[in-house]
Every structure is written in C-alpha cells, then in structure tokens.
C-alpha cells in the first residue's frame, strides 16, 4: 500500500507541474504586453515601461516561470495588477468564504443524498423511491445557475427568508449551500442507492437477518457501512470539486470567493491574479483525489491486503 | 510489433468471446432491441429530433424576428401572442430561443465531436503504440484532466477570446482527455483479442490492423461517449456564455440569453428561467439516450 501512496504522490506532484506550466503558458500566449493592454491606450509609455519592469515582464520566459513557481511554493503569488495588493493575501480572505460555502453545499447534498438514498433502496421500486429517483434526476441535470437563481427569487425575493446576495453572516450562505450541493445532492442520492440495492442482496444481509437481529440493525450495521464505501471517496472527491467550482455559485450570490476572484481577474486581464486563483483551486482537486485514492485503499482492506 | 508477447489466451477466454460474438446484431437490430426495451430512450430521441427540427426551420415557425426591437412591448409576461413573453428589447422570447437553439445544440455536437476525434486518435495510437508514445499521450491528458474542466475552460477562453468558433475549439480541447483514457483501455483490452493476434501473425501492417480491427470495435463505445459527453458540452457552454466569456452578442445562445436575463430576473423571471429549463430538458434527453445506447451497445459497460 505504502508503494502505491508513493506512486500516486509523485504521479499528483508530475500533474500539478505540468498544471502550472500549462496555465503559465496559457496567460502569457495572449498577444500585447499585458500591463499596456489593462492601462488602456492613454496610458503614458514611460509608466507602462516602469510597471513592465517593476513586475518582471521583461524578463525571459524562463526566468519568469522559474520566479513564479519558486514563489508559488513559498505561498506568494505575486501581486494583482488590478487591485495593487499581494494574490495571496486576497486568495486567503476569499478562500474562508468559498470554504464555508463548499461545506455547507457538502454537508446539504450528503445529508439530503443520503437519506433519500437510503430510502429509495429500501423501498426499491415504490412511490418513495420513484418520486427520490426522479427529483435527483432532475438535481444532475439542471443547471447550476437555474437552480441558484429559482432559489434566490422564491426564497430571497418572493418570500424574503434569505438574503438575496452578498455575506452577511451564515444566514447568507444558505442558498448558495443549497444551490451549490444541488448536485451532488442528486448523484449521491443515486449512488448510495445502486450500492445498497446491491449489497441488500449479498449472502451476509440473509444471515444477518436470519440469526434474527432487527431490519433497522442489519441496514445500519451490517448493509450501510459496505455501502459507504464508494460513497465516502465520491464524498472526497466532491468536497474538491465544489471548492473549485463555486465559480457560478459565487457570481449569482454575490459571495467574495476564489471563483468570483477568478471571473474578476478574467474581466481584469490580470494575470497574477488569475495565475494564482487556476493554480490554487486546481491543486485543490489534485489533493482532493489523492486524498480519496489514499482513503479508499485505506478503508477497503481488500485493497489494502492487495497492494 | 506490438510490445510485450501476448501470453496466449485461456480457453475459457474463448468460449466467452464466442458468446460475446454469438448471433452477430446488426446496428439496425440493436436500435430495434433499444426501441423495445427502453421507451424513455426512445422518447428523448424525438424530443432531440424536435429541438434539432426547431433549430433548422426556425424562420418558418415564428413570425417574429429575433434581433428586431419592439420598445411597446418590453418584458410582456407569457401571452397569446408571445408565448414565452418577451425580453428586455421587446423582442419575442420562443423566436430568440428557437434560433437560440441553432448555437446550443451547434455547441454541444460540434466541440463533442471534434473532441472525440482527437482522443480517439490519441487514444488508439496510444493504446496500440504503447511504450514512450503512450507515456507521453497519458501524462498529457493527465494534466488535462487535473483541472477542474470549468475552470480549463475559462484559462483558454481568456487566452482565446470570446466567440462561437472559440468556444468550440476550447470546448474540443477539454473534452478530449477523457476521450483519449477510455479508448486507449478499449485498444489495449481490443489488441489483446484473438482476431488482432491472428491478423498480426499473418502479417498485416500495423496501420491497417488498427482501421479495420481496432477502430471500428471501438465504435460502441465512442458512440455512448459521444451522446453522455453532449450534455456536458451544453453545459459548459451555458456556463461560460452565463459569465460572459462566451458566445457573445449578437450571436444568441440559451447560456446567453439566462446571463442577458439576469439583471431582470425580479421583475421578469421567465427571461432566464425559459432558457434554463430548455437546457435542461435537452441535457436530461442527451442522458437518457446515451444511458439506453450503453445499455444496448456496450453491455460489459452496464456491469461496473
């Protein structure tokens, strides 16, 4: 197991070099010195020399990559071009709320998915398990912003429970939540009834049940713990992948997070600021699945035993 | 050669490839057996066909033009003569969602499909090449899929610009990684097949065994491939247009059309929840279909 921890170690630090070189090359492909282009063309020849200097555009690409990776390492991310403070200083203030954000969107579409999940599985093919099935069919295929935008003029305009947008507090977090884990709510719903549907017909459930311990006791004790095996790493996986993609969430709720931090530099042409937020919530993911690769053979120990 | 010595197969192996030949189904046989068996599959095929027959004869069902403004009749609700209303510039809503529907639909086929070519090829010559070419393919598309793909597709549209074409060209160019994994597993467990062995020992070239051996076996699986990796265009796209990154005016696309509609969404809702739903009714019928061609098409898939 050690070995294959190591090797999905080097495997996940390989990705992310190629990742950053990638998004290097991407920002720097765009024609035109970036500094004149976000000045604008009145902008005065002998300032935009200074600036080009002042954050090392001149040099060669080389130099400039190696500056930025080595930075980048060491948490600076240089300096935003367009609000004139450090990347990651605003990266830090913007990451707590797209990290509550992603939590509470988690811990929604788990405690939602889950339960339904296990509902429909126990009740395969009734009116519950029908009516579960259809509504996460339709959490996989509507798109986030219809969601978050059905939410925000129901319960923010027409009812006036939430805030419309903006953070002021958890109340505020709670669409967004909703309309982030909509989602997710929806196939893990999916999954964790495929998982138990199956296990509910394995050999250990009929003994368990034969040796005469309770309905509820052999789905909990014996059935869910087997079946959340595959749904903890999707869990893992999840948990990265809406911390990295809040990006639409966050633009229709007004939240200051990574992702709106990403829309605003894109809009901004400000390339440190958009180099460190793509660097950032890739590394994200990156981890988040090398997490779950090492939870999983962790937990199962027919992996664990295998490798 | 093709790498490694092949041990040579057990025989169990064969008696399961003969069954898995059996009674060779025609395409025509297996869409029949699809038609049989899965009504929703079948009904999510005509309501594409709808969308795609809205898209073309456009012009023909709607009296209204789709760019011209009507300043008397700003953000009218649903009525008789607007059914779905009208937007911002009094323009009719169902005529700028049915030429709409010609960029979305454009959007998710297009990219999709040039996306597969890509990885297809990677994919095969991967799988068939293995060794250095295969090492240096994967590792790419390792760095590909590292990336949360909406973001992926954000960096390229800043590095491209906005636009129709682009949006293609960047949605191809995050699609193909995932292409390229699953048909390069395809070709390694494919060339490992009896047939392949026997056509390389009578000494067929390379290139030709992968024509007429390994492409068109691949074929099953690209197709299902294609119409699950359609909606996830859509998607995509509606994301980045909703940001504004991608289709931009006077092009129209439903993603579009929810961003324009935005601002309005207090006192006309109708503007972006309109093309939302069509978004998702069409990605809800992409999935269904694909969900019964895999059924059908591709059974070892079913089981895992």
Redo the contacts between chains.
């Keep these: 197991m050690k070995q294959n921890i190591i090797k999905r170690l080097l495997?996940a630090v390989?990705?992310?070099l190629?990742?950053a070189l990638?998004?290097f090359i991407?920002?720097r492909?765009?024609p035109g010195n970036p500094i004149a282009t976000m000045m604008g063309e009145h902008a005065d020849p002998a300032t935009i020399e200074r600036m080009t200097a002042e954050f090392g555009l001149d040099q060669p690409a080389i130099v400039q990559f190696a500056r930025y990776l080595s930075g980048a390492v060491r948490g600076d991310f240089g300096t935003s071009y367009s609000l004139g403070r450090p990347v990651a200083a605003l990266m830090r203030q913007a990451f707590g709320n797209t990290l509550k954000l992603a939590f509470l969107a988690a811990l929604f579409a788990w405690i939602l998915g889950i339960t339904c999940g296990i509902i429909a599985a126990v009740k395969k093919n009734g009116l519950l398990d029908r009516l579960f099935m259809g509504l996460s069919?339709?959490g996989?295929?509507?798109?986030?912003?219809?969601v978050a935008?059905?939410l925000?003029?129901v319960f923010a305009?027409h009812l006036h429970w939430l805030p419309i947008s903006g953070v002021d507090g958890l109340k505020s977090f709670i669409l967004p939540a909703i309309a982030l884990g909509w989602n997710s709510a929806g196939s893990v719903s999916r999954l964790v009834r495929s998982t138990l549907i199956e296990i509910l017909q394995e050999d250990y459930i009929d003994t368990a049940r034969a040796k005469g311990n309770r309905q509820m006791g052999v789905l909990l004790r014996h059935a869910l713990r087997n079946a959340m095996l595959p749904v903890v790493t999707m869990m893992a996986i999840q948990i990265s992948?809406l911390l990295?993609?809040a990006?639409?969430t966050e633009?229709?709720f007004s939240i200051n997070g990574i992702g709106q931090l990403?829309?605003q530099a894109?809009?901004g042409r400000d390339i440190p600021l958009?180099q460190g937020t793509?660097l950032f919530?890739?590394a994200i993911?990156?981890i988040g699945n090398l997490l779950a690769d090492c939870l999983y053979s962790v937990l199962d120990p027919r992996i664990r035993k295998e490798a | 050669m093709f790498g490694k010595k092949k041990k040579l197969m057990a025989a169990g192996e064969d008696v399961r490839l003969k069954s898995q030949i059996g009674e060779a189904e025609t395409f025509w046989d297996l869409m029949r057996r699809l038609a049989k068996e899965n009504k929703l599959a079948v009904f999510s095929a005509v309501v594409i066909l709808l969308f795609i027959l809205a898209a073309i004869f456009a012009p023909f069902l709607t009296p209204y033009s789709y760019k011209d403004m009507d300043l008397l009749n700003r953000l009218s609700p649903p009525s008789g003569a607007h059914l779905l209303g009208t937007d911002e510039g009094g323009r009719d809503i169902l005529t700028r969602m049915l030429y709409g529907s010609r960029v979305s639909l454009m959007i998710g086929v297009l990219p999709t499909l040039l996306g597969m070519i890509l990885g297809a090829a990677l994919g095969i010559i991967a799988g068939v090449i293995g060794g250095k070419t295969d090492a240096i393919i994967m590792?790419?598309a390792?760095?590909t899929l590292?990336?949360?793909s909406?973001?992926l597709a954000?960096?390229?549209?800043?590095?491209l610009g906005g636009g129709l074409m682009n949006v293609v060209l960047t949605l191809s160019l995050v699609n193909w990684a995932s292409v390229s994994r699953i048909v390069r597993s395809e070709a390694i467990r494919l060339k490992q097949n009896e047939y392949v062995e026997a056509a390389r020992a009578i000494g067929v070239k390379k290139r030709v065994i992968l024509w007429r051996h390994i492409l068109p076996n691949c074929l099953p699986t690209l197709i299902v491939l294609f119409t699950l990796n359609v909606?996830s265009s859509i998607?995509t796209e509606?994301?980045l247009s909703?940001?504004?990154?991608g289709i931009q005016v006077p092009d129209a696309s439903w993603g579009l059309m929810?961003n324009m509609g935005?601002q309005f969404?207090?006192i006309a809702?109708w503007l972006?929840?309109v093309p939302?739903?069509a978004?998702?009714l069409v990605?809800?019928a992409f999935?269904f279909l694909g969900d019964g061609l895999r059924d059908v098409l591709d059974p070892h898939q079913k089981n895992q």
């Design positions: 495997q390989f990705v992310l190629g990742v990638l998004i991407m920002l492909i765009v069919l339709l996989v295929s509507m798109p986030v912003f219809m935008m059905l925000q003029y305009f992948s990295s993609g990006v639409i633009t229709i990403a829309v894109i809009n958009l793509a919530s890739t993911v990156i | 590792r790419i390792d760095i590292g990336f949360p909406m973001l954000m960096l390229i549209m800043y590095t909606p998607l509606s994301s909703f940001l504004g990154l929810v935005r969404l207090y809702p972006s929840l939302s739903a978004i998702m990605v809800l999935n």
